[in-house]
Protein backbone atom coordinates (compact mmCIF):
# COMPACT_ATOMS: atom_id res chain seq x y z
CA UNK A 1 0.00 0.00 0.00
CA UNK A 2 0.92 3.38 -1.17
CA UNK A 3 1.98 5.83 2.03
CA UNK A 4 -0.86 8.45 2.45
CA UNK A 5 0.80 12.54 1.96
CA UNK A 6 0.90 12.53 5.53
CA UNK A 7 2.72 9.82 6.16
CA UNK A 8 5.02 10.96 3.51
CA UNK A 9 5.07 14.58 5.06
CA UNK A 10 6.04 13.26 8.28
CA UNK A 11 8.62 11.10 6.73
CA UNK A 12 10.52 14.29 5.07
CA UNK A 13 9.85 16.21 8.48
CA UNK A 14 11.87 13.05 10.20
CA UNK A 15 14.49 13.30 7.72
CA UNK A 16 15.00 17.41 8.28
CA UNK A 17 15.00 16.22 11.68
CA UNK A 18 17.97 13.86 11.47
CA UNK A 19 20.10 15.90 9.17
CA UNK A 20 19.39 18.85 11.80
CA UNK A 21 20.96 16.61 14.41
CA UNK A 22 23.75 15.45 11.85
CA UNK A 23 24.63 18.82 11.28
CA UNK A 24 23.75 18.84 7.79
CA UNK A 25 22.35 22.33 8.04
CA UNK A 26 21.81 22.39 4.57
CA UNK A 27 20.08 19.83 3.58
CA UNK A 28 17.61 19.94 6.81
CA UNK A 29 16.67 23.12 5.83
CA UNK A 30 15.13 22.26 2.12
CA UNK A 31 13.58 19.20 4.06
CA UNK A 32 12.14 21.29 6.20
CA UNK A 33 10.22 23.29 3.74
CA UNK A 34 9.55 20.61 1.77
CA UNK A 35 7.52 19.08 4.72
CA UNK A 36 5.78 22.49 5.57
CA UNK A 37 4.41 22.13 1.58
CA UNK A 38 3.51 18.65 2.01
CA UNK A 39 1.76 19.81 5.25
CA UNK A 40 0.21 22.75 3.80
CA UNK A 41 -1.27 20.75 0.82
CA UNK A 42 -2.44 18.20 3.43
CA UNK A 43 -4.40 20.68 4.84
CA UNK A 44 -5.94 22.73 1.71
CA UNK A 45 -6.84 19.49 -0.42
CA UNK A 46 -6.87 16.49 2.76
CA UNK A 47 -8.66 18.48 5.72
CA UNK A 48 -7.75 16.26 8.89
CA UNK A 49 -10.44 18.42 11.38
CA UNK A 50 -10.09 21.62 13.18
CA UNK A 51 -7.40 20.48 16.03
CA UNK A 52 -5.46 18.48 13.67
CA UNK A 53 -5.14 21.20 10.91
CA UNK A 54 -3.97 23.36 13.51
CA UNK A 55 -1.06 20.50 14.95
CA UNK A 56 -0.25 20.81 11.42
CA UNK A 57 0.06 24.67 10.99
CA UNK A 58 1.89 25.09 14.79
CA UNK A 59 4.32 22.22 13.41
CA UNK A 60 4.42 24.39 10.22
CA UNK A 61 5.91 26.97 12.11
CA UNK A 62 8.33 25.54 14.47
CA UNK A 63 9.95 23.60 11.04
CA UNK A 64 10.11 27.13 9.24
CA UNK A 65 11.28 28.76 12.22
CA UNK A 66 14.26 26.08 12.52
CA UNK A 67 14.91 26.35 9.25
CA UNK A 68 15.17 29.96 9.15
CA UNK A 69 17.75 30.03 12.50
CA UNK A 70 19.95 27.22 10.22
CA UNK A 71 19.71 29.32 7.29
CA UNK A 72 21.13 32.38 9.78
CA UNK A 73 23.74 30.28 11.04
CA UNK A 74 24.62 29.45 7.48
CA UNK A 75 24.86 33.05 6.84
CA UNK A 76 26.60 34.19 10.17
CA UNK A 77 29.39 31.30 9.25
CA UNK A 78 29.84 32.46 5.46
CA UNK A 79 29.89 36.34 6.72
CA UNK A 80 32.65 34.91 9.90
CA UNK A 81 34.62 33.10 6.84
CA UNK A 82 34.61 36.45 4.51
CA UNK A 83 36.52 38.65 7.21
Same mark, same amino acid.
Given at each position: ? !????? =?? &?? &?? &???? #? =??? +????? !? !???? #???? &? ?8 ? /??? +??? !?????? %????? =???? /????? =????? +????? %???
Amino acid at each position: M !EPTNL =QK &AI &AV &ANKA #S =QED +QAGNY !E !EAIK #SYQH &AVKYFLHIIK /REP +QGK !EGNQKI %RDKCV =QYLD /RAEEL =QDYLD +QKQVT %RGH
